[in-house]
């Protein structure tokens, strides 16, 4: 794990998932780093039962488009990991492959959030850039995967790029999810959105 890294805290719903994982080479030291502790549960339901703090909250759940996903991607939902991190914390949604629903509804919770066109990132600040950072972190993972992770840093929307960009979409809500049925509508690039 990175320099600087207290603990890492790994909630996934399904033990076979975390199984897996572990047969994969660079996750398996990173699943039995001692700064690691997993937990088998629901990502909502964890943060709904605890009070902890982050600094950070990666998530990668099921595609935006599934049954059910909209538990992780709602308005409540950002709400709730709002609350559950520092000032100045960032929330990552990864998994988005475009979708403005997803950008769209964080705007409804976060003062600031920036969307690449597979995830998007939001936080109660002002989203800086630190290259020196990207840079050592990136120097940490083998050469094959560091242009993988350059692709991922291209087309990045912010600010009224964006909201124009997702304001003709409606955010999810608890009980009107708008991204789960997707059927016959595409999601419009908007200017300056990559192809």
Known sequence: MAGGVREVTTVELCASVTRNLQKVMPLR???NNKKHRLVIDDGRRFLQRNQDQYDVILMDPLRTTTAYSNNLHSKQFFALARKRLRPGGILMVGGTAGNPVIPRT???E????????????????????????FNELLESFPPEMRSEINIFRRGAL???????????WEPNDD????SEYFLGTYPRRGPGWPP
């Open 175 to 178: 009980w009107h999810p708008r």
């Open 110 to 133: 976060f003062a600031y959030v920036r969307a690449y066109p597979d995830f998007s990132v939001a936080s109660d600040r002002v989203l800086g850039r630190n290259e020196d950072r």
């Open 158 to 168: 912010e600010g009224d790029a964006l909201r124009r960009m997702v304001s003709d």
């Open 29 to 31: 030291g990173i699943m």
């Open 106 to 108: 964080l705007l409804e």
